[in-house]
C-alpha cells in the first residue's frame, strides 16, 4: 500500500497521461511511455520497456517490466517477474503514492491474489483516474474471474477524467457487452472509432455486439474494414480481431475463406504465445463442429502445446491446451489432465472453486469429447456449463465450451439428446438467422427428429 510520500529527490515527471513518475534517469521516459501508449492501445512497442530492464532501477520501470513478465501467462511467468519486483519492492519508499499502489498490485498479481489486486487497481482508479494500464489490469484480472459488472465499473469510474483518451471508451465498451447491454457498448465502441480509427479494442467490442446480436454479414464488412489499421499491433490482439473475422465467415458458410484466415492471420504470428495458441485451439475446433475438414492442422498447433502440460496459470487457458493435445491424438493430454486434477485443490483460495468446480469436471468433458466418448462429454460439459462464467474468458469464447457440448447432444443421438439439441440450436437461431452454420446443425437434428419439414435447408 501507498506509504505517504517519497523519501528522496529522484526526478519528477509525468508520462503521456498525465500520471507522475519517479525515474532514476529521466532519458527513460520516452520507452515508458511506449509501455504505457502501448499496453492501453495493444501496441507492441509495449515491450520496448524491457530495454531498461537492466539500466534503470526506477521502482516503476521495474514494475512495469515484472508486468511485462507475467504477461507472458507461462509456468515461468512468475518467477521470470519476480527479480524485477524484488527491485521495485526495494525502491518502492522513494516512489509516489501511485507508484507504490500499482507495486503492491503486481505484486499481489504475482502471489496469486486476484482478489487483493482487483481492489487495488479499483483503488487506483479511485485516486489515479489516468492511470490507464491499472485500469486495463484490473479489468484484465476480472475478465478472467468472469466479474463483468466489476469491468465495466473500473471503466466507468474513470471515464469522466479520461473521456479524452479513444482507448477508455473502449475499455467501457467491451465491459458494457459482457454484461450484455448492448446499445451502450456499441455507442462506446463507435465513440472509440470516431477518435481513432486505429482502436483494435473497440473493434473486437463491436465484433462481440454484432455477433451476438447476428448481425453477422454486418460483422464481417465492419472488421474487414478496419482490418487495415490492424498494425503494429501486439500478437494477441491481431490474430484475435482475425479470430473474430474467422467466426463471421464460419456462421456465413464461407469455409475455404475462414481456413484461409485462420492460416494467414490466426495461427503463426507467435507460436509459443498463449492467447496465440488459444486462439488457434478454439478456432480449429470450431471449423471441426462447423463440418469443415482442417486437414492435420492439429499435429502442429499440438507441438507447441507440449510445454504446457503443467502451466497452470488460468483454468480456461488450460481447458483449451487439453484439448488441442487431445485432438491431435498426443498422450500428454492425459498428464495434462492429472496434473489438473493435483493442483486444483490447492489453487489459490480465490480461483479454487473455479479450478474444482468447472474446470476439473469440463476438462474430463473435452478429453472425452476428442476421443468420441460422447456419454462423457455430456456428463463432464454438464457439469461445468452452469458455473463456465467463474474461468473467465469472453461469452464469444466460452461459447466454444456449449459447442461441443451440443455437438455431443446431437452425436450421441438419443431421443432425449437430440430433443435438448432441438432446444439449445432453435434458440440460437432465432438470435442468429443469417448463421448457415445453425441452420445446417438445426436441420439435421430437425430431420432426425422426424420434423424435417419444419426447417428446410437453404438450397444451394
Request: contains cysteine; hydrophobic residues 45%.
Amino acid at each position: 500500500m501507498p506509504s505517504g510520500n517519497p523519501t528522496n529527490t529522484a526526478p519528477l515527471s509525468t508520462d503521456s497521461l498525465g500520471n507522475p513518475l519517479t525515474l532514476d534517469d529521466i532519458a527513460s521516459l520516452p520507452l515508458v511511455d511506449d509501455f504505457v501508449m502501448g499496453f492501453i492501445s495493444t501496441e507492441a512497442r509495449a515491450v520496448n520497456l524491457l530495454a531498461l530492464a537492466q539500466t534503470d532501477s526506477s521502482p516503476i520501470v521495474q514494475a512495469y517490466c515484472a508486468t511485462l513478465h507475467l504477461f507472458a501467462e507461462s509456468r515461468e511467468a512468475v518467477a521470470n517477474a519476480r527479480p524485477f519486483l524484488v527491485k521495485a519492492r526495494a525502491g518502492a519508499s522513494r516512489a509516489r503514492p501511485r507508484e507504490q499502489r500499482y507495486i503492491a498490485a503486481i505484486e499481489a498479481w504475482a502471489d496469486g491474489d486476484i482478489v487483493r489486486a482487483i481492489a487495488l487497481h479499483a483503488e487506483q482508479a479511485s485516486e489515479h483516474p489516468r492511470d490507464l494500464v491499472s485500469v486495463k489490469l484490473g479489468q484484465y484480472h476480472c475478465f478472467n474471474t468472469g466479474d463483468c459488472p466489476g469491468m465495466l465499473r473500473l471503466a466507468l469510474a474513470v471515464l469522466p477524467s479520461a473521456a479524452d483518451v479513444p482507448y477508455v471508451h473502449g475499455m467501457a465498451a467491451f465491459g458494457y457487452e459482457q454484461c450484455h447491454l448492448m446499445r451502450e457498448a456499441e455507442a462506446s465502441a463507435r465513440h472509440a472509432i470516431s477518435m481513432c480509427r486505429k482502436e483494435p479494442w473497440a473493434h473486437h467490442a463491436l465484433a462481440h455486439v454484432m455477433l451476438t446480436e447476428g448481425r453477422l454479414a454486418e460483422g464481417l464488412a465492419f472488421m474487414q474494414s478496419m482490418s487495415d489499421t490492424w498494425t503494429g499491433l501486439n500478437s494477441f490482439m491481431v490474430t484475435h480481431n482475425w479470430w473474430h473475422v474467422a467466426l463471421f465467415l464460419i456462421d456465413l458458410g464461407r469455409d475455404a475463406q475462414a481456413l484461409a484466415v485462420y492460416d494467414e492471420h490466426a495461427w503463426g504470428v507467435v507460436k509459443d504465445y498463449s492467447q496465440d495458441q488459444i486462439g488457434a485451439v478454439s478456432l480449429l475446433a470450431r471449423l471441426e463442429l462447423a463440418g469443415i475438414d482442417v486437414g492435420a492442422r492439429w499435429n502442429d498447433v499440438a507441438g507447441y502445446l507440449l510445454q504446457r502440460q503443467a502451466d497452470h496459470v488460468l483454468p480456461f487457458l488450460d481447458l483449451q491446451y487439453l484439448y488441442g493435445l487431445a485432438r491431435a491424438g498426443r498422450p500428454e493430454a492425459d498428464t495434462l489432465l492429472r496434473n489438473i486434477e493435483a493442483f486444483a485443490p490447492g489453487a489459490p483460495p480465490s480461483t479454487r472453486a473455479a479450478w474444482q468446480r468447472v474446470c476439473v469436471p469440463a476438462a474430463h468433458g473435452l478429453v472425452a469429447h476428442a476421443r468420441g466418448d460422447f456419454a462423457g462429454t455430456i456428463e463432464g460439459l454438464g457439469v461445468a456449463l452452469p458455473r463456465l462464467i467463474e474461468i473467465g474468458g469472453s461469452h464469444a469464447q466460452r461459447d466454444l465450451f456449449e459447442q461441443v457440448y451440443l455437438d455431443a447432444l446431437v452425436r450421441s443421438g438419443t431421443e432425449s439428446t437430440l430433443a435438448a439439441a432441438q432446444g439449445i440450436l432453435q434458440q440460437q437461431l432465432n438470435g442468429q438467422p443469417e448463421s448457415l452454420r445453425l441452420r445446417r446443425q438445426a436441420g439435421a437434428v430437425y430431420a432426425r427428429l422426424g420434423l424435417g419439414q419444419l426447417l428446410p435447408l437453404p438450397q444451394g
